[in-house]
Structures are given as C-alpha cells and as structure tokens.
C-alpha cells in the first residue's frame, strides 16, 4: 500500500506533488508509485503524495499549498482523461509532469517525442455528452473495444486482442458525414473515425502519424469502404503508421473544427472512456496547459543547478 506522505510536512518553499492513481493499471499501479517515491527519497527532493481518490478538488488542494510548485502525475491516458476533465487547468501554476503507471499510455507516446509543450486540451459536444480529451476522440469499433474492455471482469493484453476482434465481428459499419472546418465529405461502410491529438491509439497504434498535440488543429483519419477482413488485414500497417498510405481505404484530413453526424447511434470514446448513444458530435480546441515527460536524468541535472 502507498503511504499518503510528506517530507518535512511541507516545510520547503518548493516541493512536488505526487498524485498517483491507486485503480491504474488493475489496480497494480502501487509497485510503479513506490518506486518514484523511493528515487524522490533517495535524492532529497521535497514532496508529498497524494492519490487521486482523496483529492476532492484539486484546484483547491493547490491553492491550500502555495509551495507546491510541480506536480507529478502518475497514470495512464484514463488518469490524464480524469484529470482535464476533472480540474480547471487554466487555475494551475504548478508545472505538470506526466509519468507511466497505468496501462494504456498513448499520450506519452507522443508526447516523449516532443519534450516539455504546451498542449492543446481537445473538447467534444456530443449529443450523448460532453467530454474534454487530451490524447483523441472518436466514434466506431474502437470505443465498441472500449466499452467491451471496461465491462471485461479480467483485464489482460490478451483479451484486449479477444475484444478487438469481437467488436470487428459485431460492429455495424455505417455512413458518416464529416465535416472539417466547413469542407463536408460522407464516407460509407466506414470502421471508425479518430480525431487525434496525438500519434497514437489502442495501445501503441500509430493511427495519426502526423499528430501534434501542441498545434491548434486535429488530425482526423477515417476508416471507410473496408470489410472485416480487410480491416484485420491493415492491423500491422496500423502499428508503424503505413495504413496512411491506402488512400481507397483510409481518408486522412486535418483541421481545428471537425463535425461528424452518424445515421444511428455509435459509441464514443474520449481517451478511452466511453460514451452511449453518440450520432453527432462537434471538436474543438480548448483550454491548453504545459505538460513535461518526466525524463530522470534531466531532472536531476536541472535539480541540482538550482540548489547549487
């Protein structure tokens, strides 16, 4: 179990917070955060911790503890999906750090590419509700995997693959209108649509591989005029980003205003968290927040430079 503490009580006028996620990664996420409190230790740098099931209200925490100066945030792109839906980004000073301990981390993917950047928090108004995203959103087979991996009793990378290749087997494919930054298009016997922020979705699949999180525009791929068996068939082009080449099969576009309308309701993911009963949804930009990969050794360097 991972003890809720501080050193010295907040005495430092510059200290880090460790939220950490104790449901991340099935409940395993304990063994990651011990390890990060353990090199915090270790090298003398003032903290506290503090699980995302006893902060209430976040904003107010840091307001209630002005020598918080940077926070450390532990977990996967669920925990980050909590979070910028969850707190007001645009109130915290604090610079925010993202590390690995849950087990889907496609944002991090991306955003280890880039370094420290200001990102742009994306916002989707659908008629089924409202959600913020930080990595992508869309609608198709891949929030039907969602909905069938968050309602899988036994969590594992192998029946991940068993719930892909269930929804493949039951999704419905549809028609879908499109409309990016007022240039409409309609697609049919389509898969999916993913409108990203980042490079990747489902686990490690380069599905937008010029996505960049700290541009103002989404990069928006759709999969259309596929079978099930043809869709199976991109799977390893999907993983190293080549399936952009298929222009018959998957239709890439990039804009800051994208409008989707589906003929019957769909599922809707948002980071992976879920959606019932979408059939149309309107994405945007809005609030946008720093967020560093936390890197050890630069760390440390830029640590012990400020102490000497």
């Not at 916002?123 to 909905?147: M, P, Q, R, Y």
Request: with cysteine.
């Amino acid at each position: 179990m991972v003890r809720e503490e501080a050193n010295d009580h907040y005495a430092y006028p510059n200290m880090f917070l460790i939220v950490h996620n104790p449901l991340s990664n099935n409940k395993k996420s304990k063994k990651t955060t011990n390890k990060w409190v353990r090199f915090f230790k270790f090298h003398k740098v003032p903290f506290t911790v503090r699980s995302t099931l006893k902060i209430n209200d976040l904003n107010q925490y840091l307001e209630d503890h002005p020598n918080i100066t940077d926070i450390l945030y532990l977990g996967g792109d669920g925990s980050i999906n909590y979070l910028i839906n969850n707190v007001n980004l645009s109130k915290i000073k604090a610079k925010i750090h993202l590390a690995k301990s849950g087990s889907g981390n496609d944002f991090l993917r991306t955003l280890k590419q880039k370094g420290p950047s200001v990102i742009q928090v994306g916002k989707a108004v659908t008629d089924g509700g409202t959600a913020s995203f930080i990595n992508g959103c869309g609608v198709g087979f891949d929030a039907l995997v969602g909905h069938y991996v968050n309602n899988d009793k036994k969590k594992s990378k192998i029946s991940y693959f068993k719930n892909v290749f269930k929804a493949i087997s039951h999704y419905e494919r549809s028609e879908l209108t499109v409309q990016v930054d007022g240039v409409e298009k309609t697609f049919h016997n389509t898969y999916f649509i993913a409108i990203q922020n980042g490079k990747y979705f489902g686990g490690g699949m380069k599905i937008a591989p010029k996505g960049d999180p700290s541009k103002e525009t989404f990069q928006v791929v759709v999969a259309h005029s596929l079978t099930a068996a043809i869709l199976i068939g991109l799977f390893p082009t999907i993983y190293v980003g080549l399936h952009t080449k298929i222009k018959s099969k998957i239709a890439c576009m990039e804009g800051k205003v994208i409008k989707v309308t589906f003929p019957s309701p769909r599922y809707f993911q948002a980071d992976g968290e879920v959606l019932e009963n979408v059939s149309t949804m309107t994405v945007s930009k809005s609030v946008a927040h720093e967020f560093d990969p936390f890197h050890k050794r630069r760390f440390l360097i830029e640590f012990k430079a400020k102490k000497a």
